[in-house]
């Protein structure tokens, strides 16, 4: 297909990356492109100018600390993510899941940070990042700072990203002994679902503190508190897990499609909530087997 | 430099061990690069949304889709296409001589994507599981078999080769 008119750059460094992001309003980051290409195929986007970060190696690295918190670069791809081994010591969850994206074509080109910052509520990265804690590092010409994933993500392919701005890192916070989940009712194998949900539970027995994070059922990842405050102060078990991820469809009222009605979201939603916090409680068969 | 067509970037390319330099518009897609500037016309063209894997490409060792990559974006990479294969005694690559004789092919069109593919599949596992190449074919569509007989292909090439 043939793409509008556009200009591409690939510059050495991310300095330079900034430099020529702010000096074009119609600058936008191209990274692994499994989105954006086709967003310039259906000319859905106009832009003037690609900045290629794909190659930056400040955008590249995985760090893992000494206290088991990670800093991923943006640009870091999905097949990268599936085979770092200080990532699966660290937080075993962001490979795992890359592991399932899509499908190989894809892994190879396609990157964590991209992913975050094509915002698509479908995703998987948005609702995993929120409920790990995790911080975005965004440069610009004024500056770098950090966004926490709760308050990334604005709606509907909209992020914290300004323009003029590139994502640099995602940031995780040391899991420590928090357990974390994640489900997805897929449409298929490592595709679309009509609904996720990502659980960090502490370590605290009674549970003292929980994360549950709801995908494909608004514009944005949602966080579902009615299930996080049942599932505080109560015991570590697959009922708990149970009772409290039925709280999920609270304040829900995801859109129909072709897939699903909204209803059917909704109801699903509640079941990969409870699958997900008994995966974190690392009770997963017991809340499968209880009918959730 | 600007033409109608919006910047045009001198880059260069191996493809299949020859390098190409080679101006391109900055907007000109991996698979238009190779199918059109090249003339190499083994790599198709199916959906042209990266949804189909018939587009696929080698890129520095891994399978990508040369439809969701610009040809700009691959400047100093090695690409391999399916003109890359078939050095063997009867002009068949191993792969390729398993998708005939296990009849892992009818229409052929999405053939050159599968058949890299698999190439990248037993370069990383040489001995995979029936689920295991079922999984890694996900991105590459095939409207005519069924992909029985394409697992059934790449199988006994992974026998063949091991």
Partial sequence: MLLAPTEYVRPGSLEEAIDELGARPGARVLAGGQSLINVLKHRAASVELLVD?????????????????????????????????????????????????????????????????FA?????????????????????????????AEDFFLGLWRTAVGPGEVLVAIKLPPLGGAGVGYRSLQIAADSWALARAAAWVGPGDPIDAARVVLGCVAGTPVRASAVESKLIGGPRSAQAAAEAGALAVEGLDPPSDVHASGGYRRAMAAVMAARAVGDALGLAEEVASNGR | MAGEGGAVHSIEVTVNGETHQVAVEARRLLVHFIRETLGMRGTHIGCDSGNCGACSVICDGQLIKSCMMLAVAA????????????????????????????????????????????????AENPNPSEAEIRRALKGNLCRCTGYVNIVRSIEAAAEAMR
């Fill in chain 1, 120 to 148: 698509d509520p479908a995703s998987n990265y948005p609702p995993l990042l929120v409920a790990l804690g995790a911080e975005l590092e965004i440069a610009g010409r004024g500056g770098t700072r950090s966004v926490a």
């Fill in chain 2, 75 to 122: 400047e100093g990479c090695e690409i391999e296409t399916v003109e890359s294969l078939g050095e063997g005694a009867d002009g068949l690559d191993p792969i390729q001589a398993a998708f005939k004789e296990h009849h892992g092919l009818q229409c052929g069109y999405c053939t050159p994507g599968f058949l890299l593919n698999a190439k990248t599949l037993l």
């Fill in chain 1, 53 to 117: 970060v794909s190659r930056l190696a400040e955008l590249r690295s995985i760090d893992v600390a000494a206290d088991g918190s990670a800093r991923i670069g943006a640009a870091t791809t999905y097949r990268e993510l599936e085979h770092s081994a200080p990532l699966r010591a660290s937080h075993a969850i962001i490979g795992r899941v890359a592991a399932g994206t899509v499908d190989r074509q894809v892994r190879a080109r396609g990157t964590i940070g991209g992913n975050a910052c």
